[in-house]
């Protein structure tokens, strides 16, 4: 059973930073890339990142380039998404998601970050 | 950026109606679009890739067609275990960006 369990959320402050994990099992986590994806509270989906299964490629989205990193350790079966000089607009749920053809077949069940003073 | 654009932004309907949910994209993304169902405090589930592939265990009254820029998910016969937000998602560039989102409310 494919599982994907993210960690690392919480409350934070404007200007600050934060690393989230995902762990990931089930499957072969090094044949796949993966995905973080947020959702703002009350608000639509917003795709943040994705790295290639042997790290050598990551694309941003526009609100976050510059500011969050994605990587993955492959021999732990984790990938990471560390944010920092982190917004008020940044509040959301991340979800960390495996990316199937094009697609994000499976889903985390989230982590919150709060960027608030 | 490909700019995804959901509608309806919300719908009312009732059990075993018929409705439809359209997305258009700002650019052709072939066939690149993938349907997700959200229920509130639930992750996204993904019921159709490659605009009309059904995931597994994605019971048949849903159905997905289109390509281009054009695309619908169509759900024949509503049951009371689809009321939930519908989100459309294009695959064919990164960023991978999703449309505002469908909220389909029991009337």
């Known amino acids: 059973e494919v599982q994907l369990v993210e960690s690392g959320g919480g409350l934070v402050q404007p200007g600050g930073s934060l690393r989230l994990s995902c762990a990931a099992s089930?499957?072969?986590?090094?044949?796949?890339?993966m995905s973080w994806v947020r959702q703002a509270p009350g608000k639509g989906l917003e795709w943040v990142a994705d790295?290639?299964?042997?790290?050598?490629?990551?694309y941003y989205g526009d609100s976050v380039k510059g500011r969050f990193t994605i990587s993955r350790d492959n021999a732990k079966n984790s990938v990471y998404l560390q944010m920092n000089t982190l917004r008020a607009e940044d509040t959301a749920v991340y979800y960390c998601?495996?990316?199937?053809?094009?697609?994000?077949?499976?889903w985390g069940q989230g982590t919150l970050v709060t960027v608030s003073s | 950026d490909i700019q995804m654009t959901q509608s309806p932004s919300s719908l009312s309907a009732s059990v075993g109606d018929r409705v439809t949910i359209t997305c258009r994209a700002s650019q052709s993304i072939k066939n690149y679009l993938n349907w997700y169902q959200q229920k509130p405090g639930k992750a996204p589930k993904l019921l159709i890739s490659?605009?009309?592939s059904f995931q597994s265990g994605v019971p048949s009254r849903f159905s997905g067609s289109g390509s281009g820029t054009d695309f619908t998910l169509t759900i024949s016969s509503l049951q009371p275990e689809d009321f939930a937000t519908y989100y459309c998602?294009?695959?064919?560039?990164?960023?991978?960006?999703f449309g505002q989102g469908t909220k389909l409310e029991i009337k």
């Open positions: 998602q294009q695959g064919y560039t990164t960023p991978f960006t």
């Open positions: 790295i290639k299964q042997d790290g050598s490629e990551r």
């Open positions: 490659a605009a009309s």
């Open positions: 998601a495996r990316e199937g053809t094009r697609d994000n077949d499976y």
């Open positions: 089930g499957f072969t986590f090094s044949s796949f890339w």
